[in-house]
């Protein structure tokens, strides 16, 4: 195993002290409005982590893959490029909740990066809230990850925080879980063989899912749950 494939392992690693344990994906407001009721169609747990990889997690690993790209290639110009990229990304992020959420997990992430990998902060700021995909994007960068690597981390962290978040809110079977994500994997290839190839903001993808944008906003509001979005 080389240093880059331990890397992507430490980045999809929902153990990792980035705050991961708060975030449910939305599952949780999935929940709340109806998804597996009663213990009812669990599998739908599986079909949501789907829709994401097919529309808002497509974005993130778009963002992560094109800021990898303009740190590796400075003739891009890397300070320019990854304000373009941000502004990409808040424009395919309409949500301001969504918005804040990636800038605290940003933040968390960044602020581990700066001390397990210091280069990073010789292109962000040491305490900035930035998007938690241009973070994985400098990481990926920095410690020689393939396009291909960073694509895979991103839809795979996403469809794990959705399929751990089932364990913890409603009665799934942890086998079932893991098959769940286990039958992901097309999905996840796919999302890769698109994003990898891309290198410039404007090519990356504008795919919305409106109602996890509303469930994001009820969710925000709610004086009882368990994860923070």
Known sequence: MNAAELVALMLADGRLPTGGHTQSAGLEAAVRAGLGANGNHLEHVAEYA???LHTVTR???????????????????????????????AARTPSEVLRGVSRRQGRLL??????????????????????????????????????????RVVAYEDAQTVVSASLKLLPVDPADAAGWLAGLHDDIERL??????????????????????VFAHQHATERMRLFNA
């Open 192 to 213: 890769v063989k698109d994003v990898a190839p891309l290198t410039e903001p404007s090519a990356i993808p504008a795919d919305g899912a409106p109602l996890i944008d």
């Open 110 to 151: 960044l602020r581990l990066a700066g001390r397990v990998w210091p280069e990073v902060v010789e292109y962000l700021p040491v305490d900035g809230e930035v998007p938690r995909a241009i973070v994985v994007g400098v990481v990926a960068a920095v410690n020689g990850l393939s396009a291909e690597q960073v694509a």
């Open 59 to 89: 974005v993130e690993a778009a963002v992560a893959v094109v800021t990898r790209h303009l740190i590796l290639h400075p003739d891009a110009g890397v300070q320019v490029g990854l304000w373009g990229v941000e502004g990409a990304w």
């Open 50 to 52: 789907r829709d994401r």
